[in-house]
């Protein structure tokens, strides 16, 4: 590896995220301070110290209810539910750092383009240029039902209204103000220059905003923009729009796949295929000496909750395990199709390294598995990290934190250091928006993505 490794740490504004029954850890902090804003500001301050490159909040807009058919199994263990309002907590933490950025996850099923343009705009601004969109187009039912939805719109129907909703935000961000815009001219009286400032216009199949965008230029414009899904329709929306793609898959070769096929087709936009970055889920479990951390694994594995898991693996997928359970074990545990999302099923049906029985799956899905994390001293832990960029192609990773702040803690005392003495770790913050600490070029979209095409003007006129 010739660089170092970008890493953030995997969050979500709730009381416990992937870490399922783990509030029952002794150590475990977050599921009562989640909603304090002294846990947030003393979490910006531990991540900036330990020169992690962001904070990535997930986000759902519903609670999991696919397994069983009720929402009992994840409310019970806290899984993802209380939630808060991560939006709300990013400008606080950014007021105590100076380089630590923020990805914020946003739905492009529930929410309006305009609303999230003004969102990121704002946020771009307090945080000086650190702030990134995770794009996802949400797969829990409960969601659709609490945004009026009868059922969730199909998954690939999503798709597509992601796409238009990225023409909508493009313009926003992109064309509708124009640089200089902002005057303050004392001698003609002017603050704003109104000629500067244009309306989109926008009618499509989903969306009609006229504009003009309400926010002036941030310090990126458009904030970098990250993607997690990755169906075929996913991969190609990624492949369009993502500078950032957060890839979910159960093994470094699946993982290496994924990774070439978006960068294809990638090029295949006119994009520049290398400029994309791809991030994956590490979860590690590490202590000083190797007996210590297979004795915290242990004790992790046994406080983990199966039915929270399985709550979490059945919302995403759509597939409920419950009725899994009524099947004989030995029988193969299939992929289907469904309108929920794609990678969670995938992880245990054609993604996984052997085909699994039904049996073998609601184990693995069931279970903290040896598989899904990294144990061991600080060395075998750098060591496998090292691997699995190798063989995986990853540029970094989403840190999960099982018990929280302790494992945030350790991977900083004792795994960051080594990372750093084998050039895989930054030892020092470089200057700039998030967008120039990751590409190194400027604050802004380079030319040979789609949104730079609304920057002129003409486009506009073109469409109103
Ligand atoms: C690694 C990964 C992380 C994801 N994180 C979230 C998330 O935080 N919130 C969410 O609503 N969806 C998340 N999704 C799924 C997206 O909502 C996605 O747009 C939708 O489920 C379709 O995904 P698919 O293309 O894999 O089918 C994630 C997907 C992946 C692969």
Sequence with gaps: MDRPLLFNAFEMASAMHNAHGLWKHPDSERHRRYKELPYWVEMAKRLEAGLFDAVFFADVLGVYDTYRQSPSPSIRDGMQFPLNDASLIIPVMASV????????????????????????????????????????TSYLPNAAANFGLEKMIAHDQRYEIADEFLEVVYQLWEGSWEDGAFVEDRTAEVLIDPDKIHPICH???????????????????????????SSERGRAFAAKHAECVFVGAPSAERLRA?????????????RDPEQLKFFTFLTVIVGKTSEQAEAKFEQL????????????????????????????????????????GHYKAASLTKDA??????????????????????????????????????????????????????????????????????????????????????????????????????RSIGVHAKSS
């Design 97 to 136: 750092t100076t380089h630590l950025s923020f990805v914020l996850t946003a739905s492009t099923t529930y929410e309006h383009p305009f609303h999230i343009a003004r969102r990121f705009s704002t946020l771009d601004h307090l945080t000086s240029g650190r702030i990134a969109w995770n794009i996802v």
């Design 203 to 229: 009618r499509g199949p989903f969306f009609a905003v006229k504009g003009p965008h309400l926010c002036e230029p941030s310090p990126q414009r458009t904030p970098v923009l990250y993607q997690a899904g």
């Design 353 to 454: 390294t052997k085909p699994l029985t039904i049996g073998e799956a609601l184990q693995k899905a069931g279970t903290l598995t040896r598989e899904s994390v990294i144990i061991g001293n600080p060395t075998q832990v750098a060591d496998a990290i090292e691997e699995r960029a190798r063989r995986s192609g990853v540029d970094g990773f989403n840190l999960v934190h099982l018990v929280t702040p302790k494992d945030l803690d350790d991977f900083i005392e004792y795994v960051v250091p080594i990372l750093q003495r084998r050039g895989l770790y930054k030892t020092a913050y470089t200057d700039g928006t998030l967008r120039e600490k990751l590409f190194g070029g400027g604050a802004r979209l380079p030319s040979h993505h789609p949104a730079a095409a609304f």
């Design 301 to 340: 594995r046994r406080l983990w909750s199966a039915d929270a898991a399985k709550a979490q693996f059945s919302g995403a997928s759509g597939y409920d395990l419950a009725e899994y359970e009524g099947k004989p074990a030995h029988e193969p545990f299939l992929f289907r199709p469904t309108d929920h």
């Design 258 to 270: 994924y990774i070439g096929d978006i960068r294809r087709q990638a090029e295949q936009c006119g």
